[in-house]
C-alpha cells in the first residue's frame, strides 16, 4: 500500500513559479513510476507529467512541455514537479500519482494504483 501525500500549491502570477511535492510512503517507492495528473474546474483530469523509476526518463505533455521539470528523490520518497512560466491556464487541482504496474513513464491514468489528494494551483492573469 502506498500513500500519497502533495503540498506546495498556492496562487502564482502569470509567469511565475511553484514548486509542487509529493511524499510517498511504502517499500517499494523505488521501482514505481509516477505521474501529476491535474483536473481545471469543469474539466476531466488529464496527464501533465511522468518519470521513470531511476529519474532518468521523463515525459510531458505538450502544453507544460520547456516549463514544467519533474524529478523524483528515491531515498527521501518524493517527487516533485517545477513550474516555471505559469499561464492561467495551469490553474488546477494537482494531482501525484504512483504506478506498481511499470517501471517506465505511463501517461495512462489507468495505469496508476495510487492518487494523492491533491492541491490546488491557481495562476492569476
Known amino acids: 500500500q502506498v500513500q500519497l501525500v502533495e503540498s506546495g500549491g498556492g496562487l502564482a502570477q502569470a509567469g511565475g513559479s511553484l514548486r509542487l511535492s509529493c511524499a510517498a510512503s511504502g517499500r517499494s517507492f523505488r521501482s514505481y513510476a509516477m505521474g501529476w495528473f491535474r483536473q481545471a474546474p469543469g474539466k476531466e483530469r488529464e496527464f501533465v507529467a511522468s518519470?521513470?523509476?531511476?529519474?532518468?526518463?521523463?515525459y510531458y505533455t505538450a502544453s507544460v512541455k520547456g516549463r514544467f521539470i519533474m524529478s523524483r528523490d528515491n531515498d527521501k520518497k518524493t517527487v516533485s514537479l517545477r513550474m516555471d512560466s505559469l499561464k492561467p491556464e495551469d490553474t488546477a487541482v494537482y494531482y501525484c500519482?504512483?504506478?506498481?504496474?511499470?517501471?517506465?513513464?505511463?501517461?495512462?491514468?489507468?495505469?496508476?494504483?495510487?492518487w494523492g489528494q491533491g492541491t490546488q494551483v491557481t495562476v492569476s492573469s
Open positions: 500519482a504512483a504506478s506498481s504496474r511499470s517501471y517506465n513513464v505511463l501517461v495512462g491514468q489507468g495505469e496508476y494504483d495510487y
Open positions: 518519470i521513470d523509476w531511476s529519474g532518468r526518463s521523463t
